[in-house]
T-cell receptor
Framework: GENVEQHPSTLSVQEGDSAVIKCTYSDSASNYFPWYKQELGKGPQLIIDIRSNVGEKKDQRIAVTLNKTAKHFSLHITETQPEDSAVYFCAATSTGNQFYFGTGTSLTVIP | NAGVTQTPKFRVLKTGQSMTLLCAQDMNHEYMYWYRQDPGMGLRLIHYSVGEGTTAKGEVPDGYNVSRLKKQNFLLGLESAAPSQTSVYFC????????????FGPGTRLTVT
């Protein structure tokens, strides 16, 4: 099966700085890569995703990049704000019925 | 739209007891999933369903059973709870085509003593 690794496990940044979270995957058949944000006591919520036929996608302060050759994808958050503090998960799937998640990154934005 | 709802929100069981977790979605999604979340391990897929009346095993299915008798409901059962099943359980649903956006419920925190 697929194996998704995520780094770092914790990340602290000053407000206004950028944050980058990286994931690697093992199955070349994976073709959809979502990123989720989970706030304390809540379920994960999709914040951005990318398909395998696209190299980069941006939505305001959030962007995701995908390198299919190297089998890695990254989440970039610019101009971080305190409300960005949460746990972020990457995931991968090839069929949409089995998702494989990374182990999560706890992001703290220091005001 | 309520989205995805889960009941109960919290539960404490004794070893050997049984219980059923209920997930309901009102978005007419074909796909539904049950995950467990443990510290440092992310979310792991227990079972999933691609449509009414069908279920399949995920990464960690042992000790759990599921049923999808109605399209909007997905039940997760623990027949004989064990302390290793102490976890937070999340249900999710999605459409069967890309972008496969999953909508998650608020979770059920289960403690087995």
């Amino acid at each position: 099966g697929e194996n998704v690794e995520q780094h770092p496990s914790t990340l602290s940044v000053q407000e206004g700085d950028s944050a980058v979270i990286k994931c690697t995957y093992s199955d070349s058949a994976s073709n959809y890569f979502p990123w989720y944000k989970q706030e304390l006591g809540k379920g994960p919520q999709l914040i951005i995703d990318i398909r395998s036929n696209v190299g980069e996608k941006k939505d305001q302060r959030i962007a995701v990049t995908l390198n299919k050759t190297a089998k890695h994808f990254s989440l970039h958050i610019t101009e971080t704000q305190p409300e960005d503090s949460a746990v972020y998960f990457c995931a991968a799937t090839s069929t949409g019925n089995q998702f494989y998640f990374g182990t999560g990154t706890s992001l703290t934005v220091i005001p | 739209n309520a989205g995805v709802t889960q009941t109960p929100k919290f539960r404490v069981l004794k070893t050997g007891q049984s219980m059923t977790l209920l997930c309901a979605q009102d978005m007419n999604h074909e796909y539904m999933y049950w995950y467990r979340q443990d510290p440092g391990m992310g979310l792991r897929l227990i079972h999933y369903s691609v449509g009414e009346g069908t279920t399949a095993k995920g990464e960690v299915p042992d000790g759990y059973n599921v049923s999808r008798l109605k399209k909007q409901n997905f039940l997760l059962g623990l027949e004989s709870a064990a302390p290793s099943q102490t976890s937070v359980y999340f249900c999710a649903s999605s459409y069967p085509l890309q972008p496969y956006e999953q909508y998650f419920g608020p979770g059920t925190r289960l403690t087995v003593t």
